[in-house]
């Protein structure tokens, strides 16, 4: 077997755990459980992001007669290729990962949140209260801490907000840094290890109130533009009847008798109004054009800098 082919079925048992191989479950009448998987938000424990979407499956369990088996893919690529190998019914996604599955042909649109009539969230830069930095302009030489390389908030809006300042990370930072979460970002920081961090606000907030972590302590240095919520996806294998089904349960399950409003929850484990299933996926496609000068090129200069500042 070659190498390539070895590393990449070891990532995907390691992040997907013991499933049935197999295509999706195109039947549920034949195979009831739907297998979800979860990208590794926030850097929480795995228990800690299941529960986050645990109440909203048991609702969906309660109104569809389904069943779901719900993971936490180790990486946002675990999540792509989880889901692109037929290993994952349903998915949610970054909404940057969300586009590469579904460029990929593997991913459908099902879903996403929709809290105080926005279907957006935010990233940030942040600093240290203390720190004399007080523009992004003024980030020439520092260090940054960004996450994934497929996280649309705490890597590819970052650097949006870098360019836009007129910061070219690749010549002008003075290190950077890839951390495996978003609360990883902000621990570097708090730690003295970089002098900036990216993460999406609703991270931030969630790491506060974690614990470890005091709020005082860190300022808000820029705020990116609005970026779609991350996306439930469904796999391309299911059948129109199963998909139809699901889009139907969660487009009505904020008025369903029986179902409490605590169990519509969403990213980071709070509570949604609802969930929208005729969203436009030009909200989607505009946001990917915003962070379209984030070429391969430069996500793999970005990983050898990332390299080098480790040595």
Not at 52 to 64: R, V
Not at 131 to 160: E, K, T, V
Not at 277 to 295: K, P, Q, V, Y
Request: net charge neutral.
């Amino acid at each position: 077997m070659k190498r390539w082919l070895f590393w990449l079925l070891t990532i995907l048992a390691s992040a997907i755990g013991p499933h049935q191989p197999g295509r999706a479950y195109a039947d549920t009448a034949k195979a009831p459980i739907l297998r979800v998987l979860l990208i590794p938000a926030d850097g929480g424990t795995e228990d800690g992001t299941k529960s986050d979407f645990k109440p909203l499956f048991d609702a969906l369990s309660q109104t569809t007669g389904f069943k779901f088996d719900v993971r936490v893919g180790q990486s946002y690529s675990a999540v792509i290729e989880g889901m692109c190998a037929g290993h994952a019914d349903i998915a949610w996604f970054g909404p940057v990962s969300y586009l590469e599955a579904r460029d990929r042909g593997c991913a459908d649109f099902l879903a996403i949140e929709e809290r105080a009539g926005s279907t957006s969230y935010y990233a940030g830069l942040f600093v240290l209260a203390s720190s004399d930095i007080r523009s992004a302009d003024q980030l020439s030489g520092r260090a940054i801490a960004l996450g994934s390389s497929h996280s649309a908030s705490s890597f590819a809006y970052p650097l949006a907000i870098l360019k836009d300042a007129g910061i070219d990370p690749l010549t002008e930072l003075g290190a950077v840094r890839l951390s495996e979460s978003h609360t990883q970002s902000l621990m570097a920081l708090n730690s003295g290890q970089v002098d900036v961090a990216g993460a999406s606000l609703t991270s931030f907030e969630r790491a506060m109130n974690q614990g470890g972590l005091e709020a005082s302590r860190f300022r808000l240095l820029a705020k990116s533009d609005p970026i779609p919520n991350p996306p439930l996806a469904v796999s391309t294998r299911l059948t129109k009847q199963v998909r139809a089904k699901l889009q139907s349960a969660l487009a009505r399950l904020h008025e369903t008798p029986g179902i409490k409003a605590d169990a519509i929850r969403g990213y980071g484990g709070k509570r949604v109004d609802r969930y929208i299933t005729d969203f436009d996926e030009a909200a989607l496609d505009a946001a990917a054009e915003r962070i379209a000068f984030i070429n391969d090129d430069m996500k793999a200069a970005l990983i050898r800098k990332a390299g080098r500042a480790k040595d």
